[in-house]
């Protein structure tokens, strides 16, 4: 047994003699000649098919891996630019909101640059939702100096008057409510009129108009100042339809406010009390 082992090692010591003295040779002849190279180059040649295959599953590990990372990235970016369009899309819409308000009031501001009368700027705050009234809510009360009868106006004419008011809040009944009457005049040759609501907000009833009265469509129509609740000259609504019949006694007007009853969001509320003792006194003083 033991003769066995011994001859066995020996065998394995000669092989790794000549293991060593071959590789020494070869190493010998690759350093002196040059002809080792060629036979490298085949051998390296015939052994590319065997390293790409061996680096196949580390190359598809590695795609792997950067895909999965690549694509969670992409997900990650494309829900911060969701994020983000979002945000800048909110801004969009309020700067489109802050520009139209903006123009409102600078129209407003101009109404005001045109009128001799004092004035208090007001805002809607609410609607009535009574279908059968047409009410508004303004931010403005007692405290602010507001009154029941005063007149309402937006940038573009009148809109109604106050009808309550508490310490912090008014209420305003629009032009359009049937229950809403205004003495106006024709503009273009001051004949006198009243105009009433029709519940309609687009839409006025010119009262007793005589068949010969001399009105005619696209007149405009103003405060005539009768009565003393309207100061006299606001612009008020401009006449769509003028229909006479032949042998009636008055004739159907029909009329469009110029104020935006339905959209108006500012508005002004005239202080004629004042404006009337400021008139007074420059009368008094002249």
């Known amino acids: 047994m033991s003769s066995s082992l011994f001859q066995e090692r020996r065998v394995y010591s000669k092989r790794l003699v000549w293991a060593l003295l071959l590789a020494g040779l070869i190493l010998l002849a690759d350093w002196r000649f040059t002809q080792l190279s060629y036979a490298r180059q085949a051998v390296s040649a015939t052994l590319a098919p065997v390293r790409w295959v061996a680096s196949v599953p580390g190359s598809v590990s590695d ?24 945000v800048l899309e909110r801004r969009s819409q309020q700067m489109i909101s ?51 009868g005063q007149p309402v106006i937006d940038a573009h004419g009148l809109i109604g008057q106050v009808i309550e008011v508490d310490p912090f809040t008014s209420r305003v009944l629009l032009i359009g409510d049937a229950n809403h009457a205004v003495p106006v005049q024709v503009n273009r040759n001051g004949v006198r009129t009243t105009v009433s609501g029709t519940g309609d907000l687009s839409e006025l009833s010119l009262m007793f108009v005589p068949e010969t009265a001399d009105i005619e469509e696209g007149d405009l129509l103003v405060t005539s100042g009768l009565g003393g609740r309207f100061p006299m000259g606001y612009p008020v609504a401009e006449v769509t ?20 009853l339905d959209r108006t969001r500012h508005v002004l509320l005239v202080d004629t009390q004042n404006n009337d003792r400021g008139r007074r006194g420059d009368t008094q003083g002249e």
């Open 63 to 86: 795609w792997a891996s950067r895909s999965m990372v690549s694509r969670s990235a992409l997900i990650e970016e494309n829900a911060q630019l969701r994020a983000q369009l979002f």
């Open 241 to 260: 339809r003028v229909e006479r019949q032949p042998g009636a006694q008055f004739s159907e007007v029909r009329a469009r406010p110029l104020a935006e």
């Open 98 to 148: 802050l520009e139209i308000e903006n123009r409102r009031l600078r129209q407003l501001l101009n109404a005001t640059e045109v009128l001799d009368d004092r004035f208090i700027s007001a805002e809607l705050i609410g609607v009535d939702p009574d279908p059968f009234t047409h009410h508004v809510i303004l931010n403005r009360g007692t405290r602010d100096n507001v009154y029941v």
